[in-house]
């Protein structure tokens, strides 16, 4: 056996994969997917183009790029067995335990052992990106004891979305910005939840279990689940005024401020730079959001005192205000996030696939030296 590499906490440094899907300059605060620049394509591209470029690797032709757009939109729908199953979930269940729940469920209808057959890879690609979406807006609409709203197929993939959570057609403004959202939160290398995605690919389970192991993962608060409590932490510091002392309290209780602090940049995100260019056109357009006045004033001040560390906001500091202002509830912030990273997690179950190696790290025993068995009496 090889040598063991020196233990570190978190993985933190350690590559554990080779990968040519997205690469993170975190001293520079650049992230490319496939070798573009994020910025160009939150500009320029949209997220079924985006997420056919992090999964075949190419930007898709014109022909390519309908295809794939079809084979979406005919499998949007979800069958009923599904949205009956959600019937019975508790109408008071997070939203993230719904969707790892039914996108497991998607593995009882198809078969799971066709991972050497082109055609089911492509077919289970299509298939969880077409209808994760349908999903979180089905169970949105049932947990308010309500029927679910069918796709449109003359909607394009961001506005249908939006249009299954309220039966409104979107405005093409807030449309096209939900749609550079997906954009970037789509790919982010190996964070914890695409980790946990390769790990469960190594084992060659079927796709939809990779999906729901990795949406397990993304719920929690350190990960994708920051984006809700970001909001919640704006509302308990009240006014721009209030937040020095805040800041000041909750850095002498050693609290994480939400929103901030990243394993890989050490400057501010990229993607909440661009963000706060999404929400500005937002509030052009609909009206300002003074919890932005305050969401900037805190980031001035924990420039001062978090900024020495490398402490900068990240993705999710400010995703959650663009949701709220195109009237998305904040429990689907998260949700909205694993719709997005679908895309990178099943880039990234497909490079798995290639590797071929299943994921056993070692580790380092700390516990007690070989003992025997003691009988209850004698303990
Ligand atoms: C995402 O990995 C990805 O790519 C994730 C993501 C993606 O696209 O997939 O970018 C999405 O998950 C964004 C992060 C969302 N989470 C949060 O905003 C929660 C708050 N952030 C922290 O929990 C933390 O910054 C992490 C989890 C994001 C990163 O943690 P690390 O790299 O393990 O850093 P650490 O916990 O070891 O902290 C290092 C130091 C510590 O200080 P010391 O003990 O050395 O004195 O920095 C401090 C930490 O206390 N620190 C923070 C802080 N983050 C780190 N201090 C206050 N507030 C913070 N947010």
Redesign the pocket.
Known sequence: AATPAPFRP?L?GVPATQSSICDIDGQRGVLTYRGYPLDQLASSSSFLETAYLLIWGELPTTEQLQEFEQEVQMHRRVSFRIRDMMKCFPSGGHPMDALQSSAASLGLFYSRRALDNPEYIVSAVVRLIAKIPTMVAAFQLIRKGQDPIQPRDDLAYAANFLYMLTEREPDPLAARIFDACLIL?AE??L????FSARVTASTLTDPYAVVASAVGTLAG????G?NEDVLEMLGQIGSPDQVAPWLDRA?AG???????????YKVK?PRAVILQTLAEQLFDQFGHDPMYDLARKLEEVAAER?GP?G?FP???FYSGLVYRKLGIPEDLFTPIFAIA?TAGWLAHWKEQLGANRIYRPSQIYTGQPSRDWQPVGAR
Do not use: C, W, Y
């Not at 608060?221 to 994708?224: Q, S």
């Open positions: 978190g933190e939160h982010h290398s964070n914890a939840s695409t608060p350190l990960h994708g920051a850095i050693k609290q994480k401020i939400m929103g901030f602090g990243h394993r890989e995100d978090l560390k402490i990240n993705v999710d990273r």
